[in-house]
Every structure is written in structure tokens, then in C-alpha cells.
């Protein structure tokens, strides 16, 4: 059974940004938009960069290399939604900001469309 990590406390990730954390084998990047956290795997299917280092808005993280989008509440890429990175469940405990990372093994939430 998949456990929550801690990965960082509330008031790491600057407001607007994300940063990308390694948990349970994988780079999860993490995303603060007005205190609302959100999860998704952090390379971008097209070349590998970390989406983490992209540019966030209105819940999309920009891809810093060649501008893919992709939407940070379910990973799904904004020019063709059946591409998608997978997603992670994210928790508060007290001031801990927490992933749930399935083992390698299982698929995340489920997601079978991710693109290679």
C-alpha cells in the first residue's frame, strides 16, 4: 500500500512556483498556487526537462525547454488531454506537506495514458 512522504513544511515552495523532490523512486514536482498543493510527476514526456523549473499559472506549469503545458491539478497536457503526466495525492499534516507515490510497480492513480 502506497504511504504519504514528507517532501517539505508550508511556506517552502514560494507562491507561484514548484519544486521537485524525490520520493518513493521517482522526481514528483511539487506546485504552491495560493496555498493550494498539487503533484505531478516532474519530467516532461517530450525531452526529459523538470517541469518543476517551469512557469506557473492559472494551475498550468509551462515546460522551461520548448513550452509544453501541462495542468498541475491532474497532469494532463493542455494541447492534446489524453497525454498526461501522472498526478499525485498531496495532504497537509499540521505544517507538512505530504505525497503519495505508489510503489514503481503500481500505476498512479490509475493513469495508463502517460506518454513516453
Not at 515546460?63 to 498541475?72: G, S
Amino acid at each position: 500500500m502506497a504511504e504519504y512522504h514528507t517532501v517539505a513544511k508550508v511556506g517552502d515552495i514560494p507562491d507561484g512556483q514548484g519544486i521537485a523532490y524525490a520520493v518513493n523512486g521517482r522526481m514528483v514536482a511539487v506546485f504552491n498556487q495560493a496555498g493550494v498543493y498539487e503533484a505531478i510527476d516532474d519530467f516532461c514526456p517530450h525531452m526529459g526537462a523538470s517541469l518543476a523549473g517551469g512557469y506557473v499559472e492559472d494551475g498550468v506549469v509551462i515546460c522551461p525547454w520548448h513550452a509544453w503545458r501541462f495542468k498541475t491539478c491532474d497532469g494532463s497536457w493542455c494541447d492534446n488531454p489524453s497525454i498526461r503526466v501522472d498526478r499525485f495525492d498531496v495532504r497537509l499534516q499540521g505544517d507538512d506537506i505530504q505525497i503519495c507515490v505508489p510503489d514503481e510497480a503500481s500505476p498512479a492513480d490509475g493513469d495508463s495514458g502517460s506518454a513516453s
